[in-house]
Nanobody
Framework: QVQLVESGGGLVQAGGSLKLSCAAS????????MRWYRQPPGKQREWVAT????????HLDTPLRGRFTISRDNAKNAVYLQMHSLKPEDTAVYYCNAVAQRDYGSEWRNYWGQGTQVTVSS
């Protein structure tokens, strides 16, 4: 089983920064795309960013460009979300998502972390 564990959330004032981390553990052979999603209070979960296997190609939701950056460390099976100039509307539970293979030739499956709370105060 592949487990994704997020960390780095917390309470921050508007204009502040946070860096979220997500590490995959358990039996992991290969990880394809890694993504961040978020779910604001009372709203549906929304996509934030994607980074490809090579760690070079990444995509961010347009309104977040310039404030958020996604990166990954394949040696650590980890993905990160650096957030700057945070706004109260960035308040949400942030989830890590990855498509991964447990063993060579096994099925690619979609995995989710348990989420980490980010609260931005005005």
């Amino acid at each position: 089983q592949v487990q994704l564990v997020e960390s780095g959330g917390g309470l921050v004032q508007a204009g502040g920064s946070l860096k979220l981390s997500c590490a995959a553990s358990g039996t992991v052979f290969s990880i394809d795309d890694m993504r961040w999603y978020r779910q604001p209070p009372g709203k549906q979960r929304e996509w934030v960013a994607t980074i490809d296997t090579d760690g070079i190609t990444n995509h961010l939701d347009t309104p977040l460009r310039g404030r958020f950056t996604i990166s990954r460390d394949n040696a650590k099976n980890a993905v990160y979300l650096q957030m700057h100039s945070l706004k109260p509307e960035d308040t949400a539970v942030y989830y890590c998502n990855a498509v991964a293979q447990r063993d060579y030739g096994s099925e690619w499956r979609n995995y989710w972390g348990q989420g980490t709370q980010v609260t931005v105060s005005s």
